[in-house]
């Protein structure tokens, strides 16, 4: 158990839906951050929060978005779903708002859009 | 355009011998770079970092090596076991933004 929590860990959703996944950070960290993987792809990086602000996007669409909470949880909204939206979606939290000693990842959400 | 190259989707070596793992990368901002691990259902794990200012670091069976001119960092993992066997992400960092490569998933055989 890395202390980085993501609920749902399966999703199956058909297209044009909407859904939030959500990520509980370690404990003490107040950097999370969202990362996208597809299929034999890299994990691509979607949004960073730092203590309830936005510090920095990444490959991010307009159908999707985040927010981050005064307890710290964060939630990854994805609307309008497509296809090619499928893909494993990780959480990671870190204790600094830069680059320190790596990031701590949470198991992921896989969604599967039909 | 990929940022961070891992050129080398699979790598199979035999236990006990030496796993090298390759990662290129084209942006000369990059700052610092980390290797992660990821076994299957589960999220990379943090392995090893390295700074620009550097261009060595150990951490027991792992060493990563730097060369900045070449733009090109490795893993090393010496002697390699059947537990290593998994995906390995290079990543490299400028401020905020991690880039994360494709991954190498390596096979270490008994």
């Known amino acids: 158990d890395s202390g980085v929590t993501q609920t749902p860990k399966h999703l199956i959703t058909a297209t044009g839906q909407r859904v939030t996944l959500r990520c509980s950070p370690r404990s003490g960290d107040l950097s999370v951050y969202w990362y996208q993987q597809s299929l034999d792809q890299g994990l691509q990086f979607l949004i960073q929060?730092?203590?309830?602000?936005?510090?920095a996007k990444g490959n991010i669409l307009e159908r999707f978005s985040a927010q981050q909470f005064p307890d710290l949880h964060s939630e990854l909204n994805l609307s309008s779903l497509e296809l090619g939206d499928s893909a494993l979606y990780f959480c990671?939290?870190?204790?600094?708002?830069?680059?320190?000693?790596?990031?701590?990842f949470g198991s992921g959400t896989r969604l599967t859009v039909v | 355009d990929q940022q961070v190259k891992q050129n080398s989707p699979s790598l199979s070596v035999q236990e006990g011998r030496i796993s090298i793992l390759n990662c290129d990368y084209t942006n000369s901002m990059f700052d610092y770079f980390l290797w992660y691990k990821k076994y299957p259902a589960e999220g990379p794990t943090f392995l090893i970092s390295i700074s620009s200012i550097k261009d060595k670091n150990e951490d027991g069976r792992f060493t990563v090596f730097l060369n900045k001119s070449a733009k090109h960092l490795s893993l090393h993992i010496v002697p390699s076991q059947p537990g290593d066997s998994a995906v390995y992400f290079c990543?490299?960092?400028?401020?905020?933004?991690?880039?994360f490569g494709p991954g190498t998933r390596l096979s270490v055989l008994p």
């Open positions: 990671a939290s870190s204790a600094y708002s830069g680059p320190g000693d790596g990031y701590t």
């Open positions: 929060y730092y203590n309830g602000e936005e510090r």
């Open positions: 990543a490299a960092s400028e401020g905020q933004n991690f880039v």
